[in-house]
């Protein structure tokens, strides 16, 4: 989901893309990229900095290659933007705006793009990194002030703080085996809420994870960016 400047959310449903008034929970569906597919729902958005909503979609059954990303503008109008994927998750925009993230965590991929701000358009995508069997997935991420991706290592109980360059700057262990994404918040940006999934996991497994499913609170020692609202 993505707050709205106008008031309420626009947000990415089974059924497609919504606004949605937060104070009465009424809807309004805008468009349905994914209409008429099975198995097929979505996982990850994200507003850009010019006020684009972006999400990505999954397939349940992890059918390779048929999931994709979506890119709706203020306009209303939808643009598929990538396909071929299997598990849309971790968009993030660098603080100058010339770098998209987007992971795809079928492959334990996360992948960098050249971003145009001014046409919302993405080219040149490269490898940013790759996780090791046994370290987890990459799942949702956010960037700080100083340029440094973080994202949550699902079934890797962990979150990764990566260099522009791709390289590892830091592994923060947590609590939990599935964290699940990450985002700056308080007054000044500077604490890192992190969320944590409990589903999924066994009696046994829950027993030795009691916080899972908990939300977290870090102080990294660095501050978050505003997160941007959709426009429309």
């Given at each position: 989901?993505?707050?709205?400047?106008?008031?309420?959310?626009?947000?990415?449903?089974?059924?497609?893309?919504?606004?949605?008034n937060l104070e009465t929970?009424?809807?309004?569906?805008?468009?349905?990229?994914?209409?008429?597919?099975?198995?097929?729902?979505?996982?990850?958005?994200?507003?850009?900095?010019?006020?684009r909503f972006w999400a990505g979609t999954l397939h349940e059954k992890r059918q390779e290659g048929t999931a994709a990303l979506y890119r709706l503008d203020p306009d209303g109008t939808c643009h598929k933007m990538l396909d071929g994927i299997t598990v849309a998750n971790g968009l993030a925009w660098s603080p100058d705006n010339r770098t998209m993230y987007f992971a795809d965590s079928h492959v334990r991929t996360i992948f960098s793009f050249e971003f145009d701000p001014d046409t919302g358009a993405i080219d040149s995508r490269r490898v940013f990194a790759e996780l090791p069997p046994g370290a987890g997935v990459p799942d949702g991420a956010t960037v700080d002030r100083e340029g440094f991706l973080w994202s949550a290592n699902f079934d890797g109980g962990c979150i990764t703080r990566y260099a522009p360059d791709g390289c590892v700057d830091r592994v923060i262990r947590m609590p939990v085996e599935r964290p699940t994404s990450c985002a700056?918040?308080?007054?000044?940006?500077?604490?890192?809420?992190?969320?944590?999934?409990?589903?999924?996991l066994g009696a046994?497994?829950?027993?030795?994870?009691?916080?899972?499913?908990?939300?977290?609170?870090?102080?990294p020692g660095v501050k978050g960016?505003?997160?941007?609202?959709?426009l429309g």
């Open positions: 989901m993505g707050l709205c400047q106008r008031g309420g959310a626009v947000i990415a449903l089974r059924s497609g893309f919504a606004f949605v929970g009424d809807s309004t569906m805008i468009h349905n990229p994914i209409a008429g597919t099975s198995d097929m729902r979505f996982n990850d958005g994200r507003c850009d900095r010019r006020g700056f918040g308080g007054a000044e940006l500077s604490t890192l809420y992190v969320t944590s999934a409990s589903s999924g046994e497994q829950l027993s030795h994870s009691p916080f899972a499913g908990g939300i977290f609170a870090l102080d960016l505003p997160e941007p609202r959709f």
